[in-house]
């Protein structure tokens, strides 16, 4: 009876599916990039080996910690787990390198600022 009465509630819309998924604690239901500001959520997620509707694998999830802290562009990251409507929701709250905003040259007396720069861009090519 039970299932014709769910049946009949889907046929005529009284019930969406959703609603009748059920909470899976080892399923990702979605995975979320916190705290990022020059960085797009996108590029994170691209190096991402966790992903929405994958199983829960915290070995996973560690591997992912490691790439991100591969591409130097992060000081602190930090992993949350919570349980969201039909599985968990893991989020990756990342705390991004400063950056060099300018470079003030003072004390030059012997040496222009141009003469540095260049030196600095032969440091570089090499």
Known sequence: MMVLTVLLALVFGVVEPQTLQTFDPNRVEDVRVNNN??????TIKYQLQTKAGDRLNMDVIRGDVKR???QGHFDDIRVEEEDGK???IITFWVKE?????SVKYEGLNSITNSEVLE???EKKAT
């Open 68 to 70: 991100l802290y591969a």
């Open 37 to 42: 500001r020059r960085i797009p959520t996108n």
């Open 86 to 88: 039909t599985g968990k």
């Open 97 to 101: 390198k400063k950056t060099i905003r």
């Open 119 to 121: 030196k600095l861009r």
